[in-house]
């Protein structure tokens, strides 16, 4: 043919495997196919969703409704009954409304698309709208892994320290700490977003994933990736690896304080609440790691999917569940919240 090409990977709608499609290289393309390639690069993305198939749109649609209505509320009660109630104005609470807060927008930014697109024939997205997707999933989702990572070292202060907690975790403290966990997390969703937007897809525009995230991109994309993945593997490993570590370190300390207590009864408790915090740390890190942190070409975009629901969906709603309904200062501002009590506070 007179004309040399390398093949890229890319996704089919009907199989999302790779399939290998030849690009010519550059410089020896026809004006014709230059064009045609500059017209697909600017085109919009296709986001496959869940499945495929029709058959389960509808009773998806359902199940993943009723989890988005009742993570939503979940998390919006715990912010109101916080901020309504005086008994909850201990920093341990405070770092528990931004938590909850952070949920609340970390369901939002993905999961109104995804049931949007299991109803709609039309499951397209614009390149822009899924780089502003992208950027707020990767800000939230840092920005929860640092305030878990907080209320951990909160538990620490309260145990291990209780004499000096007042002053260890302090309004300035607190709010550094808060400060931090949104500072880091927008620079680094800032400083990815600023890569991904350099990328073509002239290959497929057929995203295999309910929204825009960047392992499947990374598949999609004629780019050259390797900084992208090398940046993954380091900054991005960095910041959510250091709050893990930090959390295991705090609950290790933790743990050695409460093998010390006296009373079984109060080994018991404080190694059931515990166990349920460790077991929300636990769910969340374990599937990003998996997910993120494996080279591009050993992505499996059904494993990346079923992953991915377990963090954007099932960890925003147990959360408040482990996190405070089991608390019984916080059951108490529930019912104060919804009984009409002591909500005069907040304008106080």
């Known amino acids: 043919m007179g004309m040399s090409a390398h093949c890229e990977s890319a996704y089919t709608e009907?199989?999302?495997?790779?399939?290998?499609v030849c690009k010519p290289a550059r410089g020896k393309t026809s004006p014709g196919l230059d064009a045609a390639n500059e017209s697909s690069e600017g085109g919009p993305l296709i986001l496959l969703g869940l499945t495929t198939s029709p058959?389960?749109?509808r009773p998806l649609f359902m199940l993943f409704l009723g989890l988005c209505v009742a993570s939503i509320l979940g998390n919006g009660?715990?912010?109101?009954?916080?901020?309504?109630s005086p008994a909850l104005h201990a920093p341990m609470y405070f770092l528990l409304a931004h938590l909850s807060f952070a949920d609340?927008?970390?369901?939002?930014?993905?999961?109104?698309?995804?049931?949007?697109?299991?109803?709609?024939?039309?499951?397209?997205?614009?390149?822009?709208?899924?780089?502003t997707q992208m950027y707020f999933f990767f800000a939230l989702g840092v920005t929860d892994s640092c305030l878990l990572a907080a209320m951990a070292y909160d538990r620490y202060v309260a145990i291990r320290r209780p004499l000096r907690y007042a002053t260890g975790m302090s309004r300035a403290v607190c709010t550094a700490l808060l400060g931090t966990a949104w500072l880091v997390s927008h620079l680094h969703s800032l400083l990815h977003i600023l890569l991904m937007a350099r990328l073509s897809f002239c290959a497929s525009h057929r995203v295999p994933h309910f929204f825009c995230d960047h392992q499947p991109l990374l598949r999609l994309s004629c780019s050259d990736t390797r900084h992208i993945q090398l940046l993954i593997f380091t900054e991005g490993a960095a910041v959510v690896v250091t709050p893990f570590l930090l959390i295991l370190a705090s609950y290790g300390a933790i743990a050695a304080v409460v093998l010390r207590l006296p009373l079984a009864s109060g080994r018991l408790r404080a190694a059931s609440t515990c166990g349920s915090?460790?077991?929300?740390v636990g769910l969340f890190y374990g599937t990003v790691i998996a997910v993120y942190?494996?080279?591009?070409?050993r992505y499996e975009a059904e494993q990346g999917r079923v992953a991915t629901v377990m963090y954007t969906v099932g960890t925003p709603l147990?959360?408040?569940?482990?996190?405070?309904l089991r608390n019984r200062d916080a059951q108490g501002a529930l019912r104060d919240l919804f009984t009409g009590r002591r909500i005069s506070v907040v304008d106080s």
């Open 14 to 20: 009907d199989q999302p495997v790779a399939a290998h």
């Open 277 to 280: 915090h460790l077991a929300v």
């Open 104 to 131: 609340l927008c970390f369901i939002s930014v993905t999961v109104p698309k995804m049931l949007a697109n299991l109803l709609a024939h039309d499951r397209s997205i614009s390149l822009a709208g899924c780089l």
């Open 318 to 324: 147990l959360n408040p569940v482990i996190y405070s």
């Open 77 to 84: 009660l715990i912010v109101a009954a916080i901020r309504a």
């Open 55 to 57: 058959g389960p749109r």
């Open 293 to 297: 942190f494996q080279p591009t070409s």
